[in-house]
């Protein structure tokens, strides 16, 4: 069974950081495409960030320039990097991974989320 774990949330005042983790675990043969996606009260999930195994990055436009997203292929996790948040950045944050596990089925796995919350 494969499953990913995120953490690394909390609450910031605004200007200030914090850097998101998730890691992957299980039966594990490769992982493709990860990625850091938020869903904030009344609003629909929303991607923030993505990178492919081969580094190539996606950002939202509303998150460019502030947050970097990073990837350890050895250790199977993925980071995100959150500086300058703003009150709006607030929501909940989930990791995505596009894994094939050692049974050569693909799969789309979530974490369970953290909470990042800007305020201060």
């Known amino acids: 069974q494969v499953q990913l774990r995120d953490s690394g949330g909390g609450l910031v005042q605004p200007g200030g950081s914090l850097r998101l983790s998730c890691a992957a675990s299980g039966n594990i043969f490769s992982i493709n495409d990860m990625g850091w996606y938020r869903q904030a009260p009344g609003k629909e999930r929303e991607l923030v960030a993505a990178?492919?195994?081969?580094?190539?990055?996606d950002y939202a436009d509303s998150v460019k320039g502030r947050f970097t997203i990073s990837r350890d292929n050895a250790k199977n996790m993925v980071y995100l990097q959150m500086n300058s948040l703003k009150p709006e950045d607030t929501a909940v944050y989930y990791c995505?991974?596009?894994?094939?596990?050692?049974?050569?089925?693909?799969?789309?796995?979530w974490g369970q989320g953290t909470q990042v919350t800007v305020s201060s």
């Open positions: 990178i492919t195994r081969a580094d190539s990055i």
């Open positions: 995505n991974a596009e894994i094939i596990n050692t049974y050569m089925s693909y799969q789309v796995l």
